[in-house]
């Protein structure tokens, strides 16, 4: 079991910046491959990043590319994702996620934490 819990959402305006945090907990955190998920009101559980092990091998979905990193921290059981350049539809509970093979399913998430960007 992986115990996950995001935090460092809030209200920002467009073109602003903020750094999402999840923290897990339970079975050791370097056997999980983690990743960032959002779902915005009315729509589905989209992907948004993604990132191995090791940290060595990230990926993206086309519509942060260039503007969200995602990064670990092994040592201190963290995931981040740097979001800059935010746009109103960016708007969304974002989730963080963890799963033992790449190409596995998630099987463990969090709460989510919600992200607000205003125009």
């Known amino acids: 079991q992986v115990q996950l819990v995001e935090s460092g959402g809030g209200l920002v305006q467009a073109g602003g910046s903020l750094r999402l945090s999840c923290a897990a907990s339970?079975?050791?955190?370097?056997?999980?491959?983690m990743g960032w998920f959002r779902q915005a009101p009315g729509k589905e559980r989209e992907f948004v990043a993604a990132?191995?092990?090791?940290?060595?091998?990230?990926y993206y979905a086309d519509f942060v590319k260039g503007r969200f990193t995602i990064s670990r921290e092994n040592a201190k059981n963290m995931v981040y994702l740097q979001m800059n350049s935010l746009k109103p539809e960016d708007t969304a509970i974002y989730y963080c996620?963890?799963?033992?093979?790449?190409?596995?399913?998630?099987?463990?998430w969090g709460q989510g934490t919600q992200v607000t960007v205003s125009s």
């Open positions: 996620a963890a799963r033992q093979g790449w190409g596995a399913k998630y099987d463990y």
């Open positions: 339970g079975r050791t955190f370097d056997d999980y491959h």
């Open positions: 990132i191995s092990w090791s940290g060595g091998f990230t």
